[in-house]
């Protein structure tokens, strides 16, 4: 019974702590990706839903179909909610913390020296990555399922392939036997891929466990063959990614002009969050924890600041290390190498957000399996104590931090509030606790504590705001988040017009426009069109020119102006013509296409309509939007 209860306290633990997070709130990324995303409305009679569902969230470059579809089974099944889509995350989280146990009970049964201490072992690492407060931001929000999702399938495939080796050490495979092996590979793959890109990463993970495990080792005898060709399919890419690199640049450099950094910034800035993760990772401290992470200075060069130069260099000795000492302690190998290839993608040279801790979440199985080994090897070694005291001591120390963070994460308000006191250099943080104090002082009506009144709220968060916009007088965010504050506070007032919307504008021109700026701006007409924001019709002009200056995030920027003039009452088929002037600045987006054939539809245009559906059917290579296309023309020709 008490083994029984051992093997299960470490589960239990995390619902118990995790509990409070699930009445947290939808966050950022949420709205756009479920709750505004008209494909998750529950309504799956067709199979053309289905497959216009599976599409419906296209991020990355495989469109995430995967982790589309778990929401779209969740809306067909159980409905969309906050609290629902946790608690599903929630059991992804257990169900990747039970793999994380058994793999590493099969790696570990399948070398003698490690053996004796598998059962233990196995259940410490599955603890020790569960309960980590660094997963909270993970698992409690709930887009990132698609992290969960596809961890869960890496997982899965390195469960498979370390079954099968096992097996193999002492036997000489079938033929079937590696036939079936490489084909749950290449289902893992292209799941976990289809979750979320790095799910594509499971080939170098399994190639990890071949090279720094099993050895090379085939029925008792060591096969170079098998293990070149590891060491060929683990470097391969790494060698053809660099030749593209060298060879086309321009490929990873476009991406960059959505960005406010540079490829080298970024390398330099990645190679010291390597190790901020590793810190995080092992000592959590609350006030470095978040959801934004924009208040961290960036790297500009090797050493500026030194510890960029310093970072790299630890960096190389850690692999060198490992490399060297492979054989006598494959653990370290298998740890670094494996925090190495789960930020092989997120955490190099593609120009994606700088800072996540969600990214931690795949990469942090290594050091879990790593540190569950060391701590069980010193305990018996030094503290010469009972195995079991240290099941039981760790999960109880993990679990009260967690279950603090998730206290955090619980309330929306709760959660903008420390976010922006632990962080208050970050923009994100900050302009999140303004948007919740406007939201609860004044547009929801009810305030979470009732001896705050709505004036103490706006206060608060007006000073929050112009500290930062003291410091950077530029950024546009925080002009935007003041010139909200100050006209809920004072509805329809010129004078806070006229203080902050020039400085929107002239953020607007000045600054590089990333997806939270989009949001921004969004905001900022949104307020207009509800009569509670005040702009001028110069000052519209001006921030049409501005926001249509900018080439990276065009679509998103012009859809704002196409709910504002739509608002304002504009004709469509006026609006319709004034969308394909802006469409010259980007003839190729879909999105303005999607525009230009509802505004004629709208209008009744149905020659101009058609036409459209041809050139957004020629556009959409990757037949997205072929369902709805298909149902709207149906239900036309049938008028």
Not at 27 to 47: C, P, R, T
Not at 471 to 490: C, G, I, K, N, Y
Request: net charge neutral; with cysteine; glycine share 6%.
């Amino acid at each position: 019974m008490n083994a029984r209860l051992l093997l299960l306290l470490p589960f239990l633990l995390v619902v118990l702590a995790y509990s409070p997070a699930l009445t947290g709130p939808w966050l950022f990324d949420d709205m756009s990706n479920i709750v505004a995303n008209e494909a998750l409305d529950g309504s799956f009679k067709q199979s053309e839903t289905w497959r216009e569902s599976g599409l419906s969230m296209p991020s990355g470059p495989l469109g995430r179909k995967a982790s589309a579809m778990s929401f779209a089974l969740q809306s067909a099944i159980l409905g969309i909610t906050p609290t629902l889509s946790k608690a599903i995350n929630l059991l992804i989280h257990l169900g990747c913390g039970f793999l994380v146990f058994l793999l590493t009970k099969t790696l570990f049964l399948s070398r003698p020296s490690y053996q004796k201490f598998a059962l233990p072992a196995a259940l410490l690492a599955s603890t020790i990555w569960m309960l980590s407060p660094l997963q909270v931001s993970t698992v409690m929000y709930a887009v990132q399922r698609m992290a969960q999702l596809s961890t869960l399938f890496c997982l899965l495939g390195m469960l498979v392939y370390a079954h099968y080796r096992r097996s193999w050490l002492t036997v000489a495979p079938s033929v079937d036997a590696m036939l079936a092996c490489t084909v749950w590979m290449g289902v893992f793959t292209i799941v976990g891929a289809y979750s979320k890109e790095n799910g594509a990463l499971l080939p170098w993970f399994v190639t990890l466990l071949e090279v720094t495990w099993f050895g090379g080792i085939v029925a008792g005898k060591k096969h170079r063959v098998v293990f070149a060709l590891a060491m060929f399919v683990f470097i391969g890419p790494v060698l053809l990614a660099l030749a593209l690199l060298t060879i086309d640049p321009g490929w990873i450099q476009a991406g960059y002009e959505a960005r406010d950094f540079s490829i080298t910034e970024r390398i330099f800035t990645q190679l010291r969050l390597l190790w901020l993760y590793v810190f995080w990772f092992l000592v959590p401290i609350p006030g470095q924890l978040g959801l934004f992470h924009d208040d961290i200075v960036w790297s500009t060069s090797a050493f500026q600041p030194v510890s960029s130069a310093l970072a790299g260099v630890a960096w190389l000795l850690a692999i060198l290390l490992a490399v060297r000492y492979a054989k006598r302690q494959p653990l370290l190998a298998l740890a670094v190498g494996w925090w190495c290839i789960g930020h092989a993608l997120e955490s190099t040279v593609l120009p994606l957000e700088m800072v996540f801790e969600h990214r931690n979440y795949l990469p942090s199985i290594g050091i879990a399996i790593g540190l569950s080994a060391l701590l069980i090897q010193i305990n018996d070694r030094y503290i010469a104590g009972h195995q079991r005291r240290l099941l039981w001591v760790v999960p109880a120390l993990l679990a009260l931090p967690l279950f603090l963070r998730a206290l955090v994460w619980s309330d929306e308000s709760h959660l903008a509030d420390t976010l922006c006191k632990n962080h208050p250099l970050s923009v994100r943080s900050c302009h999140f606790y303004a948007q919740t104090q406007v939201k609860s002082a004044f547009v929801s009506g009810v305030i979470p504590n009732s001896d705050i009144t709505a004036d103490d709220r706006a206060l608060l968060a007006r000073h929050a705001l112009i500290k930062i916009h003291e410091r950077q007088p530029e950024e546009l965010v925080t002009s935007v988040a003041l010139f909200l504050l100050d006209s809920h506070s004072v509805p329809g007032s010129s004078q806070v017009s006229a203080l902050w919307m020039p400085r929107i504008i002239n953020g607007l021109s000045s600054n590089v426009l990333d997806v939270t700026e989009v949001k921004a701006v969004a905001q900022t007409l949104q307020c207009v069109r509800a009569e509670v924001c005040v702009a001028s019709a110069d000052q519209l002009s001006n921030l049409e020119d501005a926001l249509l200056g900018h080439s990276a995030n065009f679509d998103a920027g012009v859809t704002e102006l196409i709910a504002h003039y739509r608002d304002e009452g504009m004709p469509p088929g006026e609006l319709a013509e004034l969308v394909q002037e802006w469409s010259k600045a980007s003839p190729t987006s879909m999105g303005l296409s999607d525009w230009r054939a509802l505004l004629y539809l709208e209008d009744e245009n149905y020659p101009a309509f058609f036409d459209e559906m041809l050139v957004l059917a020629a556009l959409d290579k990757d037949r997205r939007r072929y369902p709805k296309l298909s149902l709207v023309i149906s239900r036309i020709l049938s008028l």
